[in-house]
């Protein structure tokens, strides 16, 4: 069963395009992944520090060796000093219906 999130961030001040530039670097190898079937990174028009990343993986399995892979551990890493929280705020969903 596929695994679908939306990732919810807040940069600091003054981090937001730093995290803009390293959210993007991050997207090349996370779609890289075996059992990424997307990774799309969104920025709020009106809230510039904030982005939302909606990402799909095949199953559990391929999610779990996203969260474990060494550029997911040092993003998470990396982001304790530019987001509000220290961190992203998951939000897990299923699709409604499938186009």
Known sequence: MEV????????????????ADRLALHAVKVRQEPGNRQFQVFRHRDEPRRFDVVETYADEAAFESHIAAPHSLAFNAWLADVAVGGQSALTFVEAVSKA
């Open 4 to 19: 679908s999130l939306i990732a919810h961030l807040e940069a600091r001040d003054g981090a937001a395009d730093a995290l």
